[in-house]
Every structure is written in C-alpha cells, then in structure tokens.
C-alpha cells in the first residue's frame, strides 16, 4: 500500500500563489508517476499535472500550462505543485495520486490522498 498526504492549500486572492505538497510512504515502488487532479463542487474529478518521478517527464492540462508547475523534491517520494497567477476557476480541492503509468486517466492511478482545498478568491 501508498499513503499520500497533501498539504499547502488555502485562501488566496486571484493573482496569487500556492504551493501544494505531496508525501508519499509505504510501498513507494508503486509510485512511478504522481499527478495532480483537482475536483470543483458539481465537476467531475479533472487531471492537472503529472510527473515521471525517477526522471523529469511532465505534462499539464491546457488551462495551467505557463501558470503551474509539478516538480519532485529530492527524494522521490515528494511531489510538488507551484500555483501562480490563481484564479476563481482554479477553486477545488486537489489531490494528489500515484500510480505506474503516465496517463491523464483518473482510474489508471491506485492511489490518492484526502486532498487538500485551494479556494481563489476574486
């Protein structure tokens, strides 16, 4: 089993910056790619980020690309995610998810953290 847990969300005005973590613990060989996936009140769950953590592949979704940026700390089990430039629409909660295949597909990751709410205010 993979135990994620998130931390870094809150309230921040539009403009803003975040920085989301993600610790990863347990049987972190399951983790060779973490994502970012974010789910606003009454949407689907929605794919924001990922990343290949022994190496430096990333990919984003269309609507953070030039504003977020994914990156793994030092030991791989650490994932991170730098939000600028927030916005209203950017208001969900985030999770963050570990899985083996670098994919944008929710159901391809095994595992997911509680999450963490990011609420931008305009």
């Known amino acids: 089993q993979v135990q994620l847990i998130e931390s870094g969300g809150g309230l921040v005005q539009a403009g803003g910056s975040l920085r989301l973590s993600c610790a990863a613990s347990?049987?972190?060989?399951?983790?060779?790619?973490m994502a970012w996936f974010r789910q606003a009140p009454g949407k689907d769950r929605e794919f924001v980020a990922r990343i290949i953590t022994s190496g430096s592949g990333t990919y984003y979704t269309d609507s953070v690309k030039g504003r977020f940026t994914i990156s793994r700390g030092t030991a791989k089990n650490t994932v991170y995610l730098q939000m600028n430039s927030l916005k209203p629409d950017d208001t969900a909660v985030y999770h963050c998810a570990a899985g083996t295949f670098f994919t944008s597909a929710p159901s391809a990751y095994n595992f997911w953290g509680q999450g963490t709410q990011v609420t931008v205010s305009s």
């Open positions: 347990g049987r972190t060989v399951s983790t060779s790619v």
